[in-house]
Nanobody, 123 residues
Framework: QVRLAESGGGSVQVGGSLRLSCVASEVKFCMGWFRQTPEKEREGVAMFDARSGSTLYADSVKGRFTMTQDYAKNSIYLQMSSLEQEDTAMYYC???????????????????WGQGTQVTVSS
């Protein structure tokens, strides 16, 4: 059982920044960030596939969000800048040994999930 713990969420104004962190009890080859609101289905935000070395971003966050990883600390991070109200959501960390091809749709099934951290962006 892999345990994931997110932190770093909070409330910010439009245009602000936040940095989310996720510490894993065990790092998997595929690590990523997803988000969900009560009105929308869960969506992938960013993911990293260690086998290919590729990082994937949702179109809605490209150029604003940056995902990094520090496997020495069993951690991944999501630096979020130029935040918009549409970014308001619960953000979840996910880990999976399989994500081929490297897409959100292959990472999510069977992944381990954290409890989430809330991000609220207000005007």
């Amino acid at each position: 059982q892999v345990r994931l713990a997110e932190s770093g969420g909070g409330s910010v104004q439009v245009g602000g920044s936040l940095r989310l962190s996720c510490v894993a009890s065990e790092v998997k080859f595929c690590m990523g960030w997803f988000r969900q609101t009560p009105e929308k289905e869960r969506e992938g935000v960013a993911m990293f596939d260690a086998r290919s070395g590729s990082t994937l971003y949702a179109d809605s966050v490209k150029g604003r969000f940056t995902m990094t990883q520090d496997y020495a600390k069993n951690s991944i991070y999501l630096q979020m800048s130029s935040l918009e109200q549409e970014d308001t959501a619960m953000y979840y960390c996910a880990a999976n040994n399989f994500c081929y091809p490297p897409e959100f749709e292959t990472l999510a099934p069977g992944a381990y999930w954290g409890q989430g951290t809330q991000v609220t962006v207000s005007s």
